[in-house]
């Protein structure tokens, strides 16, 4: 008799202890920001390597291609930054979302080349 309780309760399944984590809705909510947070990483480094293809090219050739900047600034160290900025209104499940990106382009004004690039919010 003793051995068939020791097997009965080998064979049950084990209680369910209440759980600390968070519930299936959260989890899969906090999944999913995580998954659209590596795609925005992801989708930043590709544009940011895209716009390596402007270092040393000629600020006429960016000129041509954007337009005037929207404002220029100078580096503590002198150079000459180019900075191009859009923002828009995004549709999201949450209504429309603010959007900005910022392209700063470092600018050897002497050789009138673009040396660099760095952006913000993209």
Excluded at 5 to 29: D, G, I, M, V
Excluded at 97 to 115: H, M, N, Q, S
Aim: proline share 7%.
């Amino acid at each position: 008799m003793a051995l068939a309780a020791l097997l009965a309760a080998c064979a049950s399944p084990a209680p369910k202890t209440p759980s600390s984590s968070s519930p299936p809705a959260a989890e899969a909510a906090a999944r999913q920001a995580e998954s659209q947070r590596q795609v925005d990483a992801q989708r930043q480094a590709e544009f940011n390597r895209s716009l390596d293809r402007w270092h040393g090219a000629s600020v006429k050739e960016l000129l041509a291609k954007l337009g005037k900047p929207n404002s220029t600034a100078r580096e503590p160290d002198g150079t000459r930054v180019w900075i191009y900025a859009k923002s828009t209104q995004l549709s999201g499940p949450n209504g429309a979302t603010p959007f900005t990106c910022v392209v700063r382009y470092l600018v050897d004004e002497k050789a009138g080349k673009i040396v660099g690039h760095r952006i913000e919010g993209c």
